[in-house]
């Protein structure tokens, strides 16, 4: 019987030792918030705008509150002060990245989305944002191209006007084309295989929602990734990504056959000419391998933001027939029935950019951005320990 009472007692030291390691947060000074449940956390409260949630908590908490996710703990920043104190202001303290294995599993720490803040992403990135500057980013050419497309997609929407038509598919092809003069240097027709085939997984990684509620199920907990249905939607996903990896494989090796160095033109042949001649003499990190994940997230980030950015505008003007009208007159008093977009008019559209920027505002492309502290980082009164996730 005395044995019997030992391996009680024993068995619910041990709960309560684990519940305290549960309970316990990362650092005295860890910033306040809700711990949720054992094992998931505050995972099954977050509802399907997590943001709201976590603005709601933080009238509770405050601007600097962390929250347990699964048995993770991460910080939440939840006011612009706050986010501009650490991203901008302590940039290098709080722009690591956590490693969502969901999408480096195929291109491991290759690329700008998904890699870790280093030296070389630096360099990565000030090289990238340079170059597209160049290749087309500045405002007064990238007017050009979105010009130049917009006509091939009011041209479609006028062939099929007066009939329902399913608009995303040709702000894809609206977005991908603008995205892929920058990045290739060429446009797409509408029925090229290779142009469809990448939008058709653009769709499949970013625009599906099951997908996207089983990444962040995934995320807080890694190894659902080897149970079913979970299993099945990781293998999809690995299986998109290579395909995408394998397109841009065939664009980077065509773009090095016909590189020509007195014709630079886009942000592909500017990596090459870079990889060739200037910093990757001695920089190893401008490679082959590097430039096929960094061309595949810009063409993915910027093709998916722009399209959906489009769409919830188009979407906001369907139920809001009051406002559409309002804009239309705007925008025919200020360019005339046919006229064309600039960006030089925009001081005289007032109401249709508080329109766009409140789209923004109202469906928020991307609600969380995952990043980490790369050291130790104090924030207000708080200090957040290196490797959490903010
Ligand atoms: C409505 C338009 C857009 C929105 C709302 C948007 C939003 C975002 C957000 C929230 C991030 C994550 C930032 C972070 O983790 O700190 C991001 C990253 C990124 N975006 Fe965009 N984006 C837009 C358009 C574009 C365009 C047009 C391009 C390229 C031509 C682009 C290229 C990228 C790249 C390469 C990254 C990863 C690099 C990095 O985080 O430093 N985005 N975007």
Redesign the pocket.
């Known amino acids: 019987m005395e044995t019997w009472w030992a391996v009680v007692y024993s068995l619910c030291a041990l709960c309560m030792a684990w519940l305290w390691s549960w309970w316990k947060k990362p650092h005295p000074k860890f910033p306040p918030g809700p711990r949720g449940l054992p094992i998931v956390g505050i995972a099954p409260f977050l509802g399907s705008e997590p943001q709201i949630t976590f603005k709601k908590l933080g009238e509770k908490y405050g601007p600097v509150m962390s929250v347990r996710m699964g048995m993770k703990d991460i910080v939440v920043l939840n006011t612009y002060e706050v986010i501009n104190q650490a991203?901008v202001k302590q940039a290098s303290e709080f722009s690591g990245r956590q490693d969502l294995f969901v999408y480096t599993q195929v291109t491991q720490d290759y690329g700008?989305?998904f890699k870790d803040y280093s030296d070389e992403f630096r360099r990565q990135?000030n090289f990238?944002m340079q170059a597209?500057k160049r290749h087309g980013?500045s405002n007064k050419e990238m007017e050009k191209r979105i010009l130049r497309e917009s006509k091939f997609l009011i041209e479609k929407l006028r062939r099929q006007a007066g009939s329902p038509i399913n608009i995303v598919p040709l702000l894809y092809q609206f977005s991908g084309n603008v995205?892929a003069s920058?990045v290739l240097g060429k446009r797409f027709e509408d029925n090229d295989p290779t142009f469809l085939l990448l939008l058709k997984t653009l769709k499949i990684l970013f625009a599906d929602k099951k997908v996207a509620d089983s990444i962040m199920m995934m995320m807080l907990f890694q190894n659902l990734r080897y149970v079913p249905p979970f299993s099945t939607t990781n293998q999809t996903i690995k299986e998109q990504l290579q395909i995408l990896s394998d397109i841009f494989q065939q664009f980077v090796d065509d773009r090095n056959a016909n590189f020509k160095e007195t014709d630079v033109n886009n942000f592909m042949d500017a990596f090459i000419n870079e990889k060739l001649n200037g910093a990757g003499k001695s920089d190893s990190s401008f490679s082959d391998q590097q430039l096929v994940v960094f061309a595949r997230?810009?063409f993915a980030?910027?093709t998916e933001?722009?399209s959906?950015?489009i769409g919830w505008a188009i979407i906001c003007l369907l139920h809001y027939p009051k406002y559409k009208k309002v804009l239309m007159k705007e925008i025919s008093e200020c360019l005339g029935r046919d006229g064309q977009p600039s960006l030089s008019s925009k001081d005289q559209l007032p109401k249709t950019c508080a329109f766009l920027q409140e789209v923004?505002r109202f469906r928020i492309?991307?609600p969380m951005?995952?990043?980490k502290t790369t050291s130790d980082a104090v924030l207000y009164e708080y200090l957040i320990p290196k490797g959490t996730q903010v």
């Open positions: 991203y700008i989305t990135k990238g597209l980013m995205v920058i997230d810009i980030a910027a933001a722009v959906c950015s923004s492309l991307a951005v995952h990043h």
